[in-house]
């Protein structure tokens, strides 16, 4: 796909996400989130920025994490977003908490950070090495980097929605998406950016869905393919809803599914 093209997909798919973003898939990826601030240890007084910041799932508790005397700058390019993570911070009075809104690989800063974060960001992106160049920018010499993405294909069981989707749309709508899972994947593309120290590990989950409607949102609604799911008609839809919940059935569990899922997370410093 061509690069602005995937751009503009990105942005207006994850605007549509955002309103259920949360209710999809903040329990499941929370072992994930909590990997990546257990790995940048972060210390009260630190600056941060964590982009690709969705609705803050990693931004309110690495703000919590770095008080007193630290900030963190919250960036993301869905504007909608932005604005949810806009509202959290003004709902709870968080002081220490910025948000910006823009593009991961045009990220410029006049600010340097001693970490920055990107919690399940980068697989979105046509070009993860120009982003991650532009964190070893904005990240003091000694500031170190966290990440996470997701697995490899075959340990995420709810792959099948890539294909499902494909079927029904004319172009890839996540072309990258596993490969940055790849064993030494994230290793090789934050050492060509200048990073040392890269550490990979990979943790295995199971995503918990109660039935077909929560499992249904989440892939199609609460995430990378909603903006080819909202221009889908009702009988694609159907005919998507059912070919990917045959995708899923090997995980049944009852009335709903334990559908195994697998991130890795990487920690890196600028010397
Ligand atoms: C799965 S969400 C992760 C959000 C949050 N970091 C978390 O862990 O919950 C992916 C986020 O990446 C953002 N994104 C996608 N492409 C981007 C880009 N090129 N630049 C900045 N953000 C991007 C989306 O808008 C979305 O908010």
């Known amino acids: 796909m061509e690069p602005g093209l995937h751009r503009y997909v990105q942005r207006h798919g994850w605007d549509l996400a955002s309103s259920c973003y949360e209710e999809y898939w903040q329990q499941q990826l929370q ?19 964590d982009v ?14 770095v008080s007193p005397g630290g900030r963190v700058l919250g960036t993301d390019m869905s504007p ?9 911070v003004a709902a709870t009075g968080i002081t220490n908490v910025e948000v910006s809104c823009g593009d991961a690989e045009q990220l410029d800063s006049d600010r340097v950070f ?23 920018r904005v ?28 079927a029904r749309v004319s172009s890839d709508v996540c072309p990258l998406f596993f490969a940055l899972g790849a064993p030494g994947a994230l290793t090789d593309t934050f ?50 809803y059912a ?8 995980f049944a569990n009852g009335a709903g599914y334990h559908v195994p899922g697998e991130f890795v997370i990487a920690s890196a410093r600028r010397p």
């Open 31 to 49: 072992p994930a989130l909590d990997r990546v601030l257990h790995t940048a240890d972060l210390q009260p007084g630190e600056d941060v920025i």
């Open 52 to 65: 690709a910041c969705g609705t803050g799932l990693a931004t309110l508790p690495a703000a919590a994490k």
């Open 80 to 88: 909608r977003m932005v604005a949810d993570l806009e509202r959290s």
């Open 114 to 136: 001693d970490v920055a974060l990107c919690s399940l960001g980068l697989m979105y992106l046509p070009d993860p090495l120009a982003a991650i160049r532009r964190l070893h």
């Open 139 to 166: 990240v003091r010499p000694g500031g170190r980097a966290v990440v996470s993405v997701w697995g490899e294909r075959r340990n995420c069981g709810w792959a099948g929605v890539f294909p499902v989707v494909e």
């Open 191 to 240: 050492t060509q950016a200048g990073f040392v120290d890269v550490v990979e590990t990979r943790l295995e989950v199971g995503l918990d869905y109660a039935g077909d409607e929560q499992a249904l949102g989440a892939a199609f609604r609460g995430g990378p393919v909603a903006l080819a799911h909202s221009r889908f008609d009702e009988a694609t839809r159907q005919s998507a």
């Open 243 to 250: 070919d990917y919940l045959d995708s899923i059935a090997g």
